[in-house]
């Protein structure tokens, strides 16, 4: 059986598979209000969004779904519960979170950069968390990792090539491109790397009880 199947994972994996996408889509919009410009692939979903409409989040899963599509055809192999599921819902929080009416752009640049800054730590936090669930990985690290095995190329040359490709994308359509988009380039790893351990050690804390207990009952 796959062993990303939904069969396998207990409900508080999905639990904070769940909780990890909503935090990450509140940190991707915080990011698209302080208006400093916005992650790669938020700046192509967003250019998109100027020049044919739909909202930002329809464009997430839109090209959520041509990657993921891509990823498969060339793996052969169907996608995984949790990159759809990924897919999906973040485009679904982002447009929701946008909703809000309070949730606007500060009036002051300090306000707008805290506002930035906040977003990709949370942004890195939301990540963390839905890594650490173990749940799947998303549309475009899918990709990335088939590229990875295809190719021979070392990971991060792979996701190199792919930033830059859709950043130049995003840039043609109009996408904002300002200082919070390297800003986000060169932290965010850093910030994956600070939250990721932190939000494992939650979850292995939070199974702990329910890992014993499957083993008892086993026994």
């Not at 021979?152 to 930033?163: A, D, H, N, P």
């Not at 979850?203 to 008892?216: A, I, L, Y």
Request: glycine share 10%; hydrophobic share 55%.
């Amino acid at each position: 059986m796959n062993k990303w199947s939904i069969q396998t994972k207990h409900p508080l994996h999905w639990f904070f598979f769940l909780v990890g996408l909503l935090i990450m889509a509140f940190g991707i919009v915080l990011m698209i209000k302080a208006d400093l410009g916005s992650a790669p692939w938020d700046v192509l979903h967003i250019g998109l969004y100027h020049q044919f409409g739909l909202t930002i989040g329809t464009w997430s899963i839109v090209i959520g779904f041509i990657v993921l599509g891509l990823a498969s055809l060339l793996s052969k192999s169907m996608p995984q519960i949790g990159a759809f599921l990924n897919m999906l819902l973040v485009g679904i929080f982002i447009d929701m979170y946008l909703l809000i009416p309070f949730f606007q752009t500060p009036g002051s640049l300090i306000s707008q950069i805290v506002m930035l800054l906040t977003g990709i730590v949370v942004m890195g936090y939301g990540m963390g968390l839905y890594i650490a669930a173990d749940c799947g990985i998303g549309p475009r690290d899918s990709l990335m990792i088939v590229l990875m095995k295809i190719s021979g190329i070392k990971v991060q040359w792979i996701r190199l090539f792919m930033e830059i490709v859709v950043l130049l994308f995003g840039w043609f359509l109009g996408g904002p491109i300002f200082i919070g988009t390297l800003i986000f380039c060169f932290t965010i790893g850093h910030v994956l790397g600070f939250a990721l351990p932190q939000c494992q050690r939650l979850v292995d804390r939070v199974m702990s009880p329910t890992e014993t207990m499957k083993q008892r009952m086993e026994e």
